[in-house]
């Protein structure tokens, strides 16, 4: 296996290793664990217990190893709500989240990176403006406006779509169209300007003067140069499949992962939020450690760059 | 680590700024009305935020005495919407600052010792970018409850490692060869060094990132509101201005289009003086 | 007999480049084992190839580096550890001149500020003396005093070389090393600020240590010269003896390139060979794959810095032969 993916690895771990201490640390300063994960009114038996089983009579640093080999075994404790192990509620939650987040990321590559290259290769023209102009909006008007706007215009006027829950396929229309909006504005201006970046080097110059047909310097030089840095970027909305939609399932009442997370906040359902914590941190570092592996193989120059860094 | 995602490409709005600089120009006063309304918020608000009027509930705009309508407890909107640009101005600016000087600081550190330090402030990184923001804000809301200090301080955690990446980078450039070696070498002391020399160098280009940073605290900030578990009744922001408005989304729009109006012009204004600054302001990052 | 000043003893620098994609550290000896006197009041002048090590010799002669191995001392000291407090009051007397003075400047800063900066540092002076003492300054290096509230980028290369040898003589030093001062400006403007140089140095008795890729310069302002191939001195020995009778094969053929009026270059020795790379160091004499007199014994010992027939040289040939080597 290459250097550089091994560095990524132990990057990667190390990334998970301080997100649970973060939230082993978290967990202390906010008060007794057993009082905080269990709720006020938990029996005191059931209080002793789990006193017991995590060790809480323990020094603070054998805690913590106790609590590593507890979030291992992906035992993060039992939702004070439901009486259900918090893993399995967050689990159970992932599938109708990714019905949203993933579709959501199609339309955000299908259309934002098309309408910034096109408007790269077509520098000042009309079309060029009017992505700018809507890549700004796409990504300063927030999601929850965006959502509210469109569930005015399309379910409360038109009457067209529902406007929240979860029964056909119609309900994931507007929380989609709400998602990728704003993602699309950021690839679109992304793409845009990594393209003419790179439509400005002289390796471009170079292949023009060549005599290469324009379509070939575009597809074979520009383009593959400037999915470099695009790449980075679409790796941050992959590792957001999972947390990313905090708002819109809130807005639309999409029982997925970001709901959960609001309602398990606001319950101060503690265990649920510790599991929710750690999978999406796993997540996210997983979904990066694929990008950076994708990123090297991308381009080969950075490979030893990166083991080094 | 992922690289050079924070900072767009320059040079992106370049015709743009040639074609409308009277774009610029609202969205520069635009600032300035909002600046005006934050600092004399106590001046110009019609009504006490909490002043109800059960026989005026739910006015529509327009209604003589109350121009943007009322709530659904007969509260002024204008009243309660400048009270509100006033709180999420003072979160925003609150925490924009503080991650600035946090990160700016964790990136001098960095450049100026390496080693370990340098891998623990990029470790710090890591973990920052893996998770997300609003999950991380979440998370410390439901173990700590929400207060006004603890967003300001959440917020201001926000996009510190942008300002350490730059601060951090720019420092060993100015290092390895060049004014801040020649200075060293002059014998002047690092805080001598960093204050004097590589701050002014690189501010323009941290100032950029602050306009960068603003509007996304203001959205950070407001969905967070919106959510609930921000800025708590009886205190009023713009994102809990929208959230409570959704519940008469049918019935009184106009409780929730305000806010996001406000929202939308400011963050969409920043953005734009943002990027015409740094195409002003900073011939390094061309 | 002049007084030594600064003496280096067995330096060595290495350095340890990055790891390749197979993980093996490796290590480059900037600088191998180099002994060097500089005598109060002179210029030596420092030349080589780029890669010979002769920057990193510079930067360790001025304590800017911490040797690998050997020492410096300074008026018979040690240098004090790098950025330690007694390092850095000891800035006052030793000071560093650039080869790029664009980069050496702090652009938000006026030039006037940069020069009068080290009476700041090292509390020499201020207010209106500072003011009074970076106008003299100023005039000194040639510069108008309507300059003094100019950035570096509006003045021109040669401009901003006075600027950086200004602030350099600003505390007074009694050490300067020039590190290819002249390389980056324009032919035209070279020689004015060589003669600058040399006017301060005979001024205010200076001693300079003059690092240089570039023959003729050297030859104009040095007293002694120190050629080195590789991280090692070759050949050491006054600058006019040097120049006229070179006996080191490497000198001979750097003297050899340099164009003399009314002679064709039909004496030019010509180096074969790649140039010196210090991460894959020839054994034996390290320059004996590009020496048109090396032999086998050449490849298998490397030659010390020794005294044959009255110069300080490393080169087999000379010492066993006694000939000289063509």
């Not at chain 1, 450690?289 to 991308?298: E, F, K, N, P, S």
């Not at chain 2, 600092?39 to 006490?48: G, H, N, T």
Request: glycine share 8%; charged share 15%.
């Amino acid at each position: 296996m290459p250097k550089f993916i091994l560095a990524k690895l132990a990057r990667a771990f190390l990334t998970i290793m301080m997100v649970m201490t973060f939230a082993f640390i978290v967990l202390r300063l906010s008060g007794d664990p057993a009082q905080v994960l269990l709720g006020p009114d938990a029996p005191l038996d059931a209080v002793i217990a789990f006193r017991e089983r995590w060790g809480l009579n323990d020094p603070i640093w054998k805690q913590y190893l106790a609590y590593l080999t507890q979030i291992m075994r992906l035992d993060f404790g039992v939702s004070m709500r439901s009486q259900t192990p918090a893993i399995n509620l967050v689990l159970e939650r992932v599938p109708a989240t990714l019905a949203l987040t993933i579709p959501a990321l199609i339309l955000k590559l299908g259309i934002g990176i098309p309408a910034g290259v096109y408007a790269a290769l077509h520098r000042g023209s009309l079309a060029d403006r009017g992505v700018i102009m809507l890549s700004i909006f796409g990504f300063t008007i927030p999601s929850f406006v965006l959502g509210l706007v469109l569930v005015l215009i399309f379910a409360v006027s038109l009457t067209w779509l529902p406007s929240g829950g979860q029964d056909t396929y119609w309900h994931a229309v507007l929380p989609i169209i709400t998602l990728s909006i704003g993602g699309i504005g950021i690839l679109a201006r992304f793409s845009r300007s990594a393209m003419i970046e790179v439509l400005g080097q002289p390796y471009i110059r170079t292949a023009m003067s060549k005599g290469l047909p324009w379509r070939d310097v575009v597809w074979k030089h520009a383009l593959p140069n400037a999915a470099v840095p695009i790449v980075t970027l679409v790796g941050f909305m992959v590792g957001a499949l999972i947390a990313g939609a905090v708002v819109v399932e809130s807005i639309f009442a999409w029982p997925g992962v970001g709901r959960l997370i609001v309602i398990s906040v606001a319950n101060r359902d503690l265990a649920v939020v510790q599991a929710l914590l750690l999978v999406i941190a796993a997540s996210m570092v997983i979904a990066n450690l694929l990008v950076d592996v994708a990123y090297g193989l991308l381009d080969p120059r950075l490979r030893s760059k990166r083991a080094a860094h | 680590m992922s690289l050079a995602i924070a900072a767009p490409k320059p040079g992106i709005f370049t015709r743009l700024r040639l074609k409308v600089p009277f774009l610029i120009a609202v969205a520069i006063v635009w600032l300035l009305i909002i600046v005006f309304v934050a600092v004399f918020a106590d001046v110009i608000r019609p009504y006490p935020i909490s002043q109800m009027n059960l026989a005026h509930r739910l006015a529509p705009m327009g209604t003589p005495g109350y121009w943007l309508g009322t709530d659904e407890l007969g509260r002024d909107v204008l009243s309660r919407l400048i009270q509100s640009i006033r709180v999420s101005l003072v979160i925003a600016f609150g925490a924009t600052i503080l991650s600035a000087v946090f990160g700016t600081a964790l990136g001098f550190l960095a450049a100026q010792f390496r080693g370990w330090v340098e891998h623990v402030v990029v470790a710090m990184a890591d973990f920052q970018a893996a998770l997300p923001f609003m999950i991380m804000s979440l998370a410390v809301l439901a173990f700590f409850g929400s207060s006004m200090v603890l967003l300001v301080c959440l917020m201001g955690f926000y996009g510190w490692e942008r300002y350490a990446r730059i601060a951090r980078g720019l420092a060993i450039s100015a290092s390895a060869q060049g004014y801040a070696s020649a200075v060293v070498q002059l014998g002047a002391k690092p805080s001598r060094v960093y204050l004097r020399h590589i701050l002014p160098n690189v501010a323009s280009t941290l100032i950029v990132s602050m306009t960068l940073t603003f509007p996304e605290v203001i959205l950070m900030e407001s969905g967070l509101s919106f959510l609930g578990l921000g800025v708590q009744p009886p205190e009023s922001s713009l994102g809990n201005m929208v959230g409570f408005g959704r519940e008469y989304l049918t019935r009184a729009p106009w409780i929730m289009l305000a806010p996001s109006l406000v929202i939308v012009m400011t963050t969409l204004s920043i953005s734009l003086l943002g990027d015409w600054l740094r195409d002003r302001l900073d011939p390094t990052i061309r | 007999m002049t007084a030594l000043l600064l003496e280096a003893r067995g330096l060595v620098q290495q350095y340890d480049t990055s790891r390749g994609l197979f993980g093996r550290a490796t290590s480059v000896r900037a600088v191998d084992g180099v002994d060097l006197q500089v005598n109060r009041g002179e210029i030596l002048g420092i030349v080589g190839e780029s890669g010979s090590g002769k920057s990193t010799l510079g930067r360790m002669l001025l304590g800017l580096e911490r040797p690998h191995d050997g020492q410096v001392l300074w008026q018979g000291q040690p240098l004090p550890a790098p950025y330690s407090a007694a390092w850095r009051s000891l800035r006052a007397q030793m000071q560093l001149i650039f080869q790029d003075p664009l980069a050496a400047l702090d652009r938000r800063m006026t030039i006037a500020d940069q020069i009068g900066e080290p009476f700041i540092i090292h509390g020499l002076a201020k207010g209106a003396e500072a003011m009074a003492k970076v106008a003299g300054l100023m005039a000194r290096v040639g510069l108008r005093p309507d300059q003094a509230g100019r950035y570096p980028h509006e003045l021109s290369g040669g401009q901003r070389q006075r600027v950086v040898i200004a602030r350099a003589l600003a505390s007074s030093p009694r050490f300067i090393v020039c590190d290819e001062p002249v390389s980056a400006l324009d032919v035209s403007i070279q020689a004015q600020v060589v003669n600058l140089l040399r006017d301060l140095q005979e001024q205010s008795d200076l001693t300079m240590v003059f690092i240089s890729h570039d023959l003729k310069v050297v030859r104009n302002i040095c007293d002694r010269v120190a050629v080195m191939y590789l991280g090692r001195i070759v050949e050491e020995g006054p600058s006019d003896v040097i120049f006229s009778d070179p006996r080191h094969p490497y000198t001979q053929a750097l003297v050899s390139s340099i164009p003399k009026a009314g002679t064709g270059l039909s004496h030019r020795v010509i180096l074969q060979g790649e140039p010196p790379n210090p991460a894959a160091r020839p054994t034996g004499c390290a320059f004996h794959p590009r020496c048109g007199a090396a032999d086998r014994a050449c490849a298998l010992e490397v030659p010390v810095l020794e005294l044959n027939r009255g110069r300080l040289t490393a080169c087999l040939k000379l010492r066993a032969t006694g000939a000289q080597a063509a």
